[in-house]
């Protein structure tokens, strides 16, 4: 009868080693060909807006103003002028109609009246100027601009003083990229000139722009 013959400690070594590789493979083979888990998508990124009437590079701010109807809004009536109100900023910033057309006041500067004109009287007065600036692809006319000003806590209207040399009202029409300047002069109350508000129309069909405090 034959003797059995027992492998040795180190034969047996080899070969669970060897098992042990073979599983290895195995597993790493088998997760290879998986199917790679879904990542969720994380929230999405959106750009915050400044604040409405801020201008980003120290220049008047070509956009709207905050309390106005802009940023692609319709025109709402501000029952103080009776009209719709495209855009209402403050007088040292443009103000856009909302068809690419812009104005801005350059100038408000005090003088005293004679009230030469009929109905006009003598006293405080100011010269407004005004700038309208056609950044549309179409000429536009100017024949109906209206330039109006309010003064004092109640923003009561300024009378129009037709008889000052200096006023220069729009007209005509304006090319596209082009720039018109306007002037016009208003009785005031004594010491409200730095209460002064300032609208500008284009005529029927076209809302205002405000220029506040």
């Known amino acids: ?9 180190s034969t047996v070594i080899a070969v669970a080693a060897a098992v042990l590789v073979v599983v290895a493979v195995a597993v790493v083979i088998a997760l290879g060909f998986g199917q790679t888990p879904a990542v969720a998508p994380g929230p999405a990124m959106t750009a915050t807006p400044l604040p409405s009437g801020t201008a980003t590079d120290g220049a008047p701010d070509p956009g709207t103003g905050a309390g106005d109807a802009g940023g692609g809004g319709e025109p709402q009536l501000d029952p103080r002028f009776g009209e719709p109100v495209a855009d209402s900023v403050a007088r040292d910033r443009v103000a856009q109609f909302g068809d690419g057309v812009s104005a801005a006041v350059t100038g408000v500067a005090p003088f005293t009246a004679t009230g030469a004109g009929i109905g006009e009287v003598a006293g405080l007065a100011v010269r407004v100027t005004v ?40 007209s005509g029409s304006l090319a596209p990229g082009a ?7 208003f009785g005031i109350a ?6 002064v508000v300032v609208t500008v129309g284009r005529g029927a069909g076209s809302p205002l722009v405000v220029f506040g405090r």
Do not use: C
Request: aromatic share 6%.
């Open 1 to 9: 009868m034959a003797a059995s013959v027992r492998p040795n400690r």
């Open 131 to 170: 700038t309208v600036t056609n950044g549309s692809s179409a000429a536009v006319s100017l024949d109906a601009t209206t330039v109006n000003a309010y003064f004092g806590s109640d923003e009561t209207p300024a009378s129009p003083l037709a008889s000052d040399g200096s006023s220069a009202p729009f």
């Open 179 to 185: 720039t018109a300047t306007g002037v016009y002069a």
């Open 190 to 195: 004594d010491g409200a000139d730095d209460t």
